[in-house]
C-alpha cells in the first residue's frame, strides 16, 4: 500500500479503537507508520482524513455483510425474506466485530451539531447511503428505478438508526428482525388498507 492507503488504514483503526473525537494527527501517524505531514499532503487536514475513513470503514462492514447474507441465499430469496435476513445480518454486526464501528456512529450523531465540516459531510452521502440501502434490503436498482430507490431509502436509513439507538440502550429489549419485519407488515397494511370511517358530525346547535 502506498501512504494514502496507509492512511487511511491507520485512520480507519484509531475510529474503531478511540472513536471520532479522541483520535489525534499523531494516533493516525502511529498507527499507519507514516509521517504527519502526509495527512495533510493527502488530505488536507486530519478531519478531511477522518472523514474519508469513516466512508470506507462503512463500505467494508456493508461488504462483508453482503458477502455473509449472500452466501445464505438470502439476496436471491423472496423479498420479504431477503429484507429479514440482511436486517438480522445488520443486527448481528452490532455486538460482533464491527461493534467498535457503530459505537463511533452513535458518537457522530452526538457530534453534529457541534461539528459543522463533519455534519456537512455526513449530510452530503446521505443520498448514496440510502440507494445503497435500498439496493442492499430490497433489491432496488438506483439506476433503474430512481424514485422508489430515493423513497425507500431514507427510511431504510431512518429505520437502521432507530434499531441501533435501541439495541445500544437494551439488547435484550431491541426488536428482533423477524419482529420488525413483522411490525412493518402491520404498518403497511394500515396504509394501505380501506380509510376508518368518517366520525359522524356533532349536531348542530
Known amino acids: 500500500m502506498g501512504n494514502r492507503e496507509d492512511l487511511l488504514a491507520g485512520a480507519k483503526r484509531c475510529l474503531i479503537e478511540k ?3 479522541r483520535t489525534t494527527a499523531r494516533d493516525i501517524a502511529a498507527a499507519s507508520g507514516v509521517s504527519l505531514a502526509a495527512i ?3 488530505f488536507g487536514s486530519k478531519d478531511a482524513l477522518l472523514n474519508q475513513a469513516i466512508y470506507e470503514a462503512i463500505g467494508d462492514w456493508a461488504d462483508e455483510v453482503e458477502r455473509t ?3 445464505e441465499g438470502a439476496l436471491s430469496a423472496e423479498p420479504a ?3 429479514e435476513s ?3 445480518g445488520m443486527i448481528e454486526s452490532f455486538g460482533g466485530s464491527a461493534h467498535g464501528l457503530w459505537a463511533m456512529q452513535l458518537e457522530l450523531l452526538s457530534l453534529l451539531g457541534h461539528n459543522e465540516e463533519l455534519r456537512a459531510f455526513l449530510a452530503g452521502i446521505q443520498r448514496d447511503a440510502g440507494n445503497g440501502l435500498a439496493e442492499f434490503f430490497l ?5 433503474a428505478s430512481q424514485e422508489p ?3 425507500a431509502g431514507p427510511v431504510l436509513h431512518a429505520l437502521l438508526i432507530g434499531v441501533l439507538v435501541k439495541w445500544s440502550m437494551d439488547p435484550a429489549q431491541a426488536p428482533t428482525a423477524a419482529e420488525l419485519t413483522e411490525g412493518l407488515r ?3 397494511g394500515r396504509l394501505t388498507g380501506p380509510a376508518p370511517a368518517a366520525a359522524p358530525a356533532a349536531p348542530a346547535g
Open 19 to 21: 472513536g471520532y473525537a
Open 40 to 42: 495533510g499532503y493527502h
Open 186 to 188: 402491520v404498518i403497511a
Open 69 to 71: 447474507v449472500s452466501a
Open 86 to 88: 440482511v436486517l438480522a
Open 139 to 143: 433489491g432496488i436498482d438506483p439506476a
Open 149 to 151: 430507490a430515493r423513497l
Open 81 to 83: 425474506r431477503r429484507f
